[in-house]
């Protein structure tokens, strides 16, 4: 079964759009259009900004998307902080569990999975979810904020939120598997809308040649925050 629509909630009401297939008899279940993305807690300030505003939820069949097959049952119990008889729980001091959360700006679910080890010298908490498919409708991008670890974008509100891409897109500075494309790609058509259209790009031509060449030297620290201005004035 597939949604053939692709909308789970629509892009013009809300901020999520994906296709889920789904084969019950062969325990199958997958996203098929929207990137997945992780974030590490003190991975960098933007990473903090987006896991502060985080909010608790129930466990909804996106959560349960998020983690793999034998670890569903993980978004039930509770943290080690909070039980030390926890299933998730290990030797009553390490953890392994999951914690079901959801974005309250983009209606995202996210999932937390918290690693710590018995003596407590290794401690990370990381957060999974996925990328949307675009702006809600009547806000616009104002830049594209390039980090050490994810690629961003900053609306006119000041929301902090994933850069939207596919599933087949990577990170690094390449942002899909095919090389800069796919990143110069999205940056022309924010520029050419004035920051109004943040789909990923499905068919557009090959990039500017000048952003492509900006993209690919490797000899650029391309971590930064862009405004809709600088990335005009990359393509010359």
């Not at 999520?16 to 997945?36: S, T």
Request: charged residues 25%; aromatic residues 8%.
């Amino acid at each position: 079964m597939t949604d053939n629509d692709g909308d789970v909630y629509d892009p013009r009401k809300g901020w999520l759009r994906l296709e889920v297939y789904v084969e019950p008899e062969n325990g199958i279940a997958m996203f098929m259009r929207n990137g997945h993305v992780s974030a590490r807690k003190d991975d960098s300030p933007l990473t903090n900004e987006w896991i502060s505003r985080l909010n608790d939820a129930k466990v909804t069949a996106l959560h349960v998307l998020l983690v793999t097959e034998d670890k569903i049952g993980d978004l039930f119990h509770p943290c080690v902080y909070d039980d030390k008889n926890s299933p998730s729980a290990v030797i009553g001091s390490g953890c392994l569990c999951k914690k079901a959360l959801t974005d309250p700006l983009t209606g995202l679910p996210v999932v937390r999975e918290h690693y710590r080890t018995v003596s407590g010298n290794i401690e990370t908490w990381t957060y999974r979810s996925i990328t949307g498919r675009g702006l809600p409708p009547a806000s616009k991008a104002v830049s594209i904020i390039i980090d050490r670890h994810q690629f961003w974008l900053r609306d006119d509100d000041g929301t902090l939120q994933f850069l939207p891409r596919t599933d087949n897109s990577g990170y690094g500075i390449g942002y899909a598997g095919g090389g800069p494309y796919t990143l110069c790609q999205m940056i022309e058509q924010l520029v050419e809308s004035d920051g109004a259209t943040a789909v990923p790009p499905l068919h557009r031509p090959k990039p500017n040649a000048a952003l492509a060449a900006w993209a690919r030297d490797k000899t650029i620290d391309h971590q930064g925050e862009y405004t809709l201005a600088d990335l005009r004035a990359l393509i010359h």
